[in-house]
């Protein structure tokens, strides 16, 4: 009954031995090791083990070992790896972006869900920020391309990621890992199993890092957009029979990071893009576009995180099926500290702006699955899942702003507090808002055998949502960047003034008398149906077809954020989509080549999506309903194993992303039909070749080297075509290469690494707004050259 439970789970207990695309070493059977073939690639895509030659479903997988050679073990240095997915980077985690296939959703507000779905060890972590930490311990990444909403449910209207990590062995041993790379990152790892008695053991992992940064803050003399993380894990695992599997695990982790400062990178811009001039640039360093790796600002952009949860699973054999439950409660805090002006005091003309914004947020979730056999006539899997997110935030921005006393210079910087500086004022805003997601579905997916080689697939999701918000903003002095109060006593006058025929600007104007401090409440709620159809097809034993449509969904939002007023209270409607796949899945020369295609079109209507505007003069983005938007393309993985000491593997993506229809906000200019969306490249492909030399001394030699290149991509959504242009990241190319001492036993390994081996400099997103109209960039490690030394035991 064990093996039964082992093979027809859904859940990723029963892949351990999972290995990857792209990963250097695989799980391989003895009688495959000398013809070079590949182990088996064993993925839960479908809530159950499975080889992924066998899933109707476009998925890429990273190994834990891949994961781990990465400048950071992250979903960020994934991104590097897997060519339809791309990654946002911002100032704060709970900015940070996942994109697959060109689709992500990239918002402020506190009531906006993700696209790209993140799930690790079977719990929906339903922020994709709680998903942006060190990923430690991995045994694998699953990349679910493509609308995964029948089994995944709504937040994965553009994929999924599926984490698993290294579960519980019944027998003693672990490992220590230590790296060094330059610019002072240090980092520390390591992980025991403790087996406990006959059916119990647990895994106890710990973990620590710390990395100066690679900019320079001239203000203070000192690195930034480094980060100091550590945190625990501790897993148990219990078979006291042959039916019955339970896990426990739980986790806690903090993170000090002192990124991601935006850098100036541009001189200053007219609207229409041409230089001008700008005093401010008297105090910044001169921008060197990408190659800028200084700010000049004196309060330290930052985040500081924490996180921790707790999930029970449980497996219980019924007969020849198998019923799983998952619980799960997780605790996930924010404060994000931002500097927003970019000079290092106040300044005649030039205000200075600092943000700070603490944020809690929790979720529990429960699954329940039951799972028939895969090897019968009708398989299936029927489920159902609940879950409760909570999120408050509180934002404060201070500004303090000057202006010029009689005899004041008009060509050179005049510091508030200085002798041609009238006195200071010190206007501040501070608002509380929050959001409650419950969310109730029901799901199935049966596969039906028409013959031994046509399979006919089918699933139905029933989701119930249920959204609701509050927000209070007091504003005693209004200044750069902030709004006057708003309330529910606002609103209301807001709300009378617009039948009355008044302007909603005049409207929120006129309201600020209303201010009754009573927070601002909306509610929504929505019922959705979708789901999936499709066929596959074996057409010889090493090759498969399928053809698939599903139907997407996801949640209704609201625009909830800082500076909201009464135009932004309206409820941003759900996003739904169809989409259908193609492909083609091929295992060649007695398993050491596999090579697959997917083929893939889908359209997305009622677009949830963001496109920067000014509000009080600060650079926000409008999260909206943008319309129809549209995403169509080729991919290809392959992996070749071309003897038992080498492997080629790479990956390509050619993709379209683009505006069919763009709906404008009230008041909002509008966006061209055939715009590509943002975080979109054209194409992506990656390519890496490991090898190792048998010495036949105390340790083998294993040399890797890898590329990944992309086309140029859009960062700046924009209706104006001037800010597309100059928020477009150019195309770029990234190669790394290392080698290695390894012990024949495995029992230990001394590897050398050089990332960015041609010091390809490149920004990983491009913002307006900066200074004198000028443009800011994202910077991320791996734009410069560096090498780091990592060595590994194992006991």
Known sequence: MKSMLR??????????????????????DAANEDEGAPGEIVVTAQKRSENVQDVPVAVSVLSGERLAEASRPSIESAAQMVPSLNFLK??????????????????????????????????????????????????????????????????????????TTQMPKMDFGGSLEASYFDRNEFRLKGAVNLP??????????????????????????????????????????????????????????????????????TGALTGAGAPTTSLGFLALPTPLGADTRAVAQNLVTSTIEEGWGVSFQGDLALGDHTLTSITAYRGWDNTEIRDGDWLDRAYVGFAQLHDSGPQTSNTLTQELRLTSPADQALSYVLGAFYSRAESERTFTRNVTQCTAAAGAPTTSLVPCGSAFANPSTTPSGSATFGSTFNNFAVFGQATYKLSDTIRFIAGLRYTHDKLSV?????????????????????????????????????????????????????????????????????????????????????????????????????????ETSNSFELGLKNTLLDGALTFNIAAYYARYNNFQANNPDLVAGVVVTRFTNAGTVSTKGIEIDMNYRVGRNTNISGGLSINDAHVVNFKAPLGAASIPAGTKLGYAPVWKGSLAVDHTIETGSFANLAFGVSTNFQSKQLSLFAADAVQRQLGTIPAYALVNAQVGLVDPDDKWKLTFVVRNLFDKAYPAAIVNGGVGGSYRYQIPRDADRYWGVTGRFSF
């Open 7 to 28: 093979t027809s789970s859904a859940l990723p207990l029963a892949a351990l031995a999972m290995v990857a695309f792209a990963a250097p070493a695989y799980a391989q």
């Open 90 to 163: 911002s100032g704060t985690t709970l900015n940070q972006t996942i994109f697959l296939r060109g689709v992500g959703t990239a918002t402020f507000s506190i009531a906006g869900e993700p696209s790209v779905s993140t799930v690790v060890d079977g719990v929906v972590y339903s922020r994709s920020g709680e998903a942006f930490s060190d990923m430690v311990d991995v045994a694998q990444m699953e990349v679910l391309r493509g609308p995964q909403g029948t089994l995944f449910g709504k937040n994965a209207s553009a994929g999924v990621i599926n984490i």
């Open 196 to 265: 406990l008695g006959q059916d119990l053991a647990a895994r106890l992992t710990a973990f620590y890092g710390e990395y100066d940064g690679n900019i320079r803050n001239t203000t203070t003399n000192e690195w930034v957009n480094g980060y100091k993380h550590y945190g625990v894990r501790g897993q148990f695992l219990y078979e006291p029979s042959d039916d019955l599997r339970l896990y426990l695990a739980a986790d806690y982790y903090k993170n000090d990071d002192d990124c991601c400062a935006d850098i100036i990178a």
């Open 470 to 574: 509050f927000h209070k903003r007091v504003s005693p002095l209004t200044g750069p960047g902030i709004q006057p109060n708003f309330d529910q006593g606002v609103y209301n006058e807001y709300i009378r003034l617009l039948g009355l025929g008044t302007a909603p600007g005049a409207a929120a104007t006129a309201a600020v008398a209303a201010s009754n401090g009573v927070p601002w409440t909306a509610e929504t709620s929505n019922d959705n149906l979708s789901g999936k159809a499709g066929f596959q097809f074996d057409l010889n034993d090493d090759t498969m077809a399928y053809v698939t449509y599903a139907r997407g969904y996801k949640g209704p939002a609201y625009n909830v954020f800082f500076n909201l007023t009464g135009t932004g209270t309206n409820v941003i409607e759900p």
